[in-house]
């Protein structure tokens, strides 16, 4: 079984583009959720900015996202796992900069790239009138830009990984990764 993880900035597209793809693999795809959002919009406090908060946010994403990918691998029938995020990007939010981020989570950048067979990056929009600031992703335009080339960086050496920038029309995005990830799951049998 292949497991991928689809990044990028805030507002690139990741959510829609999921729903894209279970919508047209059914069944043949698991959609592991983002464990941000899961924290987050259950009640996690996000207005305090304080090293402590930060790194008890980013430890609980970190972790919630490796159990919620260890979970769909043991337990799903699917040809494909899908991530919305990876245990990686986490660390682009660590204050003391990423080095420090994995050996405070006791593993490597290098084993977290490992854990995935492709990743999707899908970048924000470069336009203000398209992009959407919600209760959950609360990042400024500049920020959500900000943080995307981190993510980026971060990812820079998985040997399979496509970049999707910001496009105009997202369902040109969809076309591109629905055809990405059918090339990573097996064919149907002819019955």
């Known amino acids: 079984m292949k497991k991928i993880a689809i990044t990028g900035g805030p507002n690139g597209g990741k959510t829609t583009a999921l729903s894209v793809l279970k919508e047209t693999f059914g069944s043949r795809i698991e959609i592991v959720p ?20 930060v790194h008890a946010a980013q430890r609980i994403i ?6 919620l990918e260890d979970l769909a691998e043991k337990t799903s029938q ?7 995020r990876g245990t990686v990007d986490a660390a ?3 204050p ?6 994995f050996a405070s989570m006791g593993t490597t950048l290098e084993a977290e790239i490992a854990r995935y067979d492709a990743v999707i990056h899908l970048s924000p929009p470069l336009k203000p009138e398209f992009y959407q ?5 609360t ?13 980026l960086k971060i990812w820079e050496k998985h040997p399979n990984r496509m970049v999707l ?6 369902f040109q995005k969809a076309g591109i990764i629905k055809d990405f990830i059918e090339t990573l799951i097996p064919q149907e049998k002819s019955k």
């Open 62 to 67: 970190f972790y919630t996202t490796q159990q």
């Open 96 to 101: 003391e900069g990423v080095e420090d981020f």
């Open 92 to 94: 682009v939010y660590w």
């Open 34 to 53: 983002e464990a941000a959002t899961m924290i987050f919009s259950g009640g996690f406090p996000r207005q305090d900015g304080s090293r402590e908060h």
């Open 133 to 137: 600031s919600t209760r959950v992703r």
């Open 78 to 84: 699917a040809d494909l796992i899908v991530c919305d």
């Open 139 to 151: 990042e400024s335009l500049e920020e959500a830009s900000r943080i995307d080339r981190k993510i």
């Open 165 to 170: 920038p910001s496009m105009d029309h997202f």
